[in-house]
């Protein structure tokens, strides 16, 4: 058992935030005001309930659930249901920040496929928007009609990492730059409500974050974007591997939680855990029952 409901609503007001809820609009409205968003991933209830209690604009359950969460290789492997079992589970943590479901690979290859399963990612999980990677503009502007908000994802998208051998920094040459451009251009005017820029050079993210109305959000592009996000395991060296060249950690949670466990095993080991004060005791009258009865077998503690 573990108390985790909302002590009547008041959990953001902890950081003494204002509770306005982030909504699409007002991410456009943040560029507009050369206010930073801020962004991070988050797969589960608890994680996320910090990352909204701690003032974060925005929330991607990232299909990057399938490496840091599920132990997949590369995100290809998680389904629709995966992700929306997890993107239920934020939306029931979540007060401020807005929740934006990634749709996973496969699942968005024709117009009628992703419109079915965005839809699910709103009914069915409370997702604010979805999140696709790649220049699919007809599929933005079709999802964009549906009523469903989009985030783009441009630059180096994991999905497509078997046809880019690998994950390689994007737009490198001028005639890339100029495509991601026009990319970035087509997917705004389709609709799109933001668009992450992943892995490309700084100058290339900050000429287009420059050109666009719609905010950019970087991932490994650079300071002038409008926004940053990071993923939480990440953030907090909670992934086995070296971090990339635009991680920053931020805390060592992968070595307190070792220790913490390592602590509580020893413990348990050595008897030391739990103490009489973390025991429950019988009442003194049933105590003194027990003890009159001929057949108690109750051991002094
Ligand atoms: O899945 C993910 O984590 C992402 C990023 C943009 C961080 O797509």
């Not at 456009?28 to 909204?52: C, G």
């Not at 929330?59 to 389904?79: F, K, Q, Y």
């Not at 994991?158 to 994950?167: A, D």
């Amino acid at each position: 058992m573990s108390v985790t409901n909302f002590p009547s609503g008041a959990s953001p007001a902890l950081t003494g935030l204002p509770i306005a809820k982030v909504t699409m609009p007002a991410l456009t409205e943040m560029k507009r005001q050369a206010k930073p968003i801020s962004a991070l991933t988050a797969y589960d209830y608890s994680s996320s309930r910090l990352v909204d209690e701690a003032g974060i604009d925005l929330i991607l359950v990232g299909d990057s659930l399938a490496m840091v969460v599920l132990g997949h290789e590369n995100t290809l492997a998680v389904t629709v249901d995966e992700m929306l079992h997890h993107t239920r589970a934020v939306r029931r943590a979540v007060r401020r920040a807005l929740v934006v479901a990634d749709m996973p690979f496969g699942s968005y290859t024709t117009i009628a496929t992703a419109l079915a399963n965005a839809i699910r990612f709103v009914k069915e999980s409370g997702a604010e928007a979805v999140k696709i990677e790649g220049p699919r503009v007809d599929l933005v502007r079709a999802l964009v009609e549906a009523e469903i908000p989009v985030i783009g994802h441009l630059g180096l998208t994991p999905q497509s990492l078997h046809r880019m051998g690998g994950y390689r920094v994007q737009a490198r040459t001028a005639e890339s730059v100029h495509q991601l451009q026009a990319q970035a251009h087509a997917l705004a005017e389709a609709g799109a409500g933001a668009i992450v820029l992943e892995g490309v050079p700084r100058e290339v993210a900050a000429a287009i974050t420059a050109e666009l109305s719609v905010p950019t959000i970087g991932i490994g592009a650079g300071p002038e974007c409008d926004g940053q996000i990071l993923v939480f395991h990440d953030l907090l060296n909670l992934t086995f591997a070296p971090a990339a060249k635009f991680v920053r950690r931020y805390a060592d949670a992968g070595a307190l939680i070792r220790s913490a466990i390592e602590h509580y095993r020893e413990d348990v080991e050595h008897r030391a855990f739990p103490s009489d004060e973390e025991s429950y005791h019988l009442p003194e009258s049933a105590r003194h029952a027990l003890d009159e009865m001929p057949s108690a077998v109750l051991r002094k503690a």
